[in-house]
Every structure is written in C-alpha cells, then in structure tokens.
C-alpha cells in the first residue's frame, strides 16, 4: 500500500498457516501426553508472518496445544541461534513443537535441539529449503517445512506481466501454492540440490 506496486505474486500464507496447525495436531497426537507445548519462532523482518501466525492460532482452536511466539530480532545466524538458545534456557523442558516462519529460525533452532540432545523430543516444523534444513529432515531432526512453489510464482509473473501488457491493468494480488517437503519426499529434493551444484561446477 502507498507504492507504485501494481501486483504482489506470493504464497497464500494463510493457507500455510492452517497447514503448519494441521501438522501441529498431527505432532501432537504423536505425543504421550495430554497437554502439548508450542513455541512459536518470527523474525522481525517478516510482515506476512503475522497472517501464518493468526491462521495457526484458527487451526489450533479447542487444542489440547498451548502456543507461544517470540520474535527473534537477528542480524546473522549466529547471533539468532545465541537468542533461541536465550528463550529455550527459559523453558523448564524443552517445548514439545517448535514452529519457524523463517529459513534462519529453522536452522538455527534445528542446531540448537541437536545440541540440547532434544532430538525426538521436539518436533521441528521449518521454512525454506535450504541444504541444512534438508538435511534436517533426512536425519529425522526436523518434521517437516514448507517452500514456494517456485515454478509456480515465475509462471503467474510471465502471467501477469502478459495481461498489464494486453489489457494495460492487472490482478493485485496472486496467491501461490506452498510445498511440503518432509521425510517422505526430501530425498527428490535433496537430489535435485546435488544435481543443481553439478550442473553449476560444470559451468
């Protein structure tokens, strides 16, 4: 609002956000206990972050979850990692889910679980797919975590390009769909990191 955007192309986040609820209840039913903690971890600098959080919150109505969130304000990895580590010092025992909204939240909170031995005790539901969460997810460490579907945003962008052109307007806002990537599909993706890297070190 107040720029001279004509169009915004990204994933509907709140769709995600009732997903990560719905995998949330699925880790929860997972556990062996009654009443399930939640944590979850936002970036400052992420606005839409807000909408997953508020979807989250929808999906996670008359749970037997209760949910936290914190912000992690960060400059660099390392410098997050020292502030999840701050807020899971405060827990007694280690939240039974954590939820990150953001790629470096997702690292470095898989990092620290791996660290504090809490592998298998905290499930981990991530964003991004970076190589380390990846990795994360192969290993067991990490649930799940959403992507953009990248095809996807670069045919609506050729899409909405072609429509300003021809009809001198277009459509203000056009939702994405998101990919789960968890340890039933990883090793496709996982795959096509490697087969991306050689094709780069040929080049």
């Given amino acids: 609002p107040g720029t001279g955007r004509l169009s915004f192309i ?29 944590l979850v971890l936002m970036s400052s600098s992420g606005s839409n972050e807000s909408v997953l959080f508020s ?28 502030k999840i580590i ?12 954590i939820v990150c909204l953001s790629d470096i939240n997702t690292r470095c909170a898989y990092q620290c679980i791996v660290d504090m031995n809490g592998v298998g005790v905290t499930t ?7 190589d380390t969460v990846l990795e994360g997810i192969d290993r067991g460490a990490i649930e799940a975590t959403f992507s953009v579907d990248t095809k996807q945003v670069a045919q609506y962008c050729v899409n909405a390009l072609n429509e300003y052109f021809e009809y001198g307007n277009v ?7 998101y990919v789960l990537i968890n340890k039933g599909n990883v090793s496709g993706y996982i795959a096509s990191e490697l087969d991306m890297e050689a094709v780069d070190e040929e080049n």
């Fill in 124 to 130: 981990i539901i991530g964003y991004y797919d970076s």
């Fill in 10 to 38: 990204g994933m509907n986040n709140y769709s995600a956000g009732l997903e990560y609820g719905q995998l949330m209840l699925d880790a929860a039913s997972g556990k062996d206990k009654d009443d399930i903690t939640a």
């Fill in 55 to 82: 979807a989250i919150q929808e999906k996670l109505k008359n749970s037997n979850i209760t949910i936290d969130s914190v912000v992690v304000e960060s400059d660099s990895a390392f410098s997050a990692e020292e």
């Fill in 86 to 97: 701050d807020i899971l010092d405060e827990y007694k025992t280690l939240p039974d889910i």
């Fill in 171 to 177: 459509s203000e806002y056009f939702g994405t769909d």
